[in-house]
Nanobody, 126 residues
Framework: QVQLAESGGELVQAGGSLRLSCAASGFNLDAAKIAWFRQAPGKEREAVSCTGGNDYYTWYRDSVRGRFTISVDKARNTAFLQMNSLKFEDTAVYLC???????????????????WGQGTQVTVSS
């Protein structure tokens, strides 16, 4: 079965850190573009970070740049989102998404991704 499964979300105090995982099964993360999105209650889904094929290119939204780091461990077939210096406004359900690599770049448009995980809740207390 082809699927993505996120984990690692939990309740954390502001200033703390979390590492989210996105485990792929039924397919390989090689030659893929991977993205993390998030959706807070009452708000639209927004892209947080993405990485393109061959790890050539990464993108971060301005509000997380310098605090979050996206990575892909191909040996473990798992993508990660390291989140440091968490803020209350980072509270959301975080979802990972996959699409076949299309060149070296990635996209922050949710419509460009074919497969999604179910999400993991991150709650930051102020």
């Amino acid at each position: 079965q082809v699927q993505l499964a996120e984990s690692g979300g939990e309740l954390v105090q502001a200033g703390g850190s979390l590492r989210l995982s996105c485990a792929a099964s039924g397919f390989n993360l090689d030659a893929a573009k991977i993205a993390w999105f998030r959706q807070a209650p009452g708000k639209e889904r927004e892209a947080v970070s993405c990485t393109g094929g061959n790890d050539y290119y990464t993108w971060y939204r301005d509000s997380v740049r310098g605090r979050f780091t996206i990575s892909v461990d191909k040996a473990r077939n798992t993508a990660f989102l390291q989140m440091n210096s968490l803020k209350f406004e980072d509270t959301a359900v975080y979802l990972c998404a996959w699409a076949p690599a299309d060149g070296l770049f990635c996209s922050y448009d949710s419509q460009d991704y074919d497969l999604w995980g179910q999400g993991t809740q991150v709650t930051v207390s102020s």
